[in-house]
């Protein structure tokens, strides 16, 4: 599975912005999807996550700014984010696993593909 993000850039405290993840070589059955994001100086954390059920899960700090989302004709799945804030401030990557997820937002090792991440400022 190959991923590609885009959709980052520098941005207003209070402004949206939709990033996105095309996905190439995977199947439509038993998939995960997921973003996270890498502030400078701290560890990856999961921002939110969708599955081939539809289920999805969100971070406490973007849930009710946030909404995830997949194409599937256009194989790509969109972050759209709102009222972004300072702290929203990281580069955020995609991430891919070959099986649907359970409860909440799997941790790092359950994805087995990952973008390059694209960078998302806020001030």
């Known amino acids: 599975v190959q991923l590609v993000e885009s959709g980052g850039g520098s941005v207003q405290a209070g402004w949206s912005l939709r990033l996105a993840c095309q996905a190439t070589?995977?199947?439509?059955?038993?998939?995960?999807l997921g973003w996270f994001r890498e502030a400078l100086g701290k560890e990856r954390e999961g921002v939110a996550a969708i599955d081939s059920d539809e289920s999805t899960a969100y971070a406490p700090f973007v849930k009710d700014r946030s909404t995830i989302s997949v194409d599937k004709a256009k194989n790509t799945m969109t972050l759209q984010m709102n009222n972004l804030k300072p702290e929203d401030t990281a580069m955020y990557y995609c991430a891919a696993a070959p099986r649907t997820m359970g409860w909440g937002i799997p941790p790092i090792t359950f994805f087995t593909s990952w973008g390059q991440g694209t960078q998302v400022t806020v001030s």
């Open positions: 070589g995977y199947t439509h059955n038993g998939y995960s």
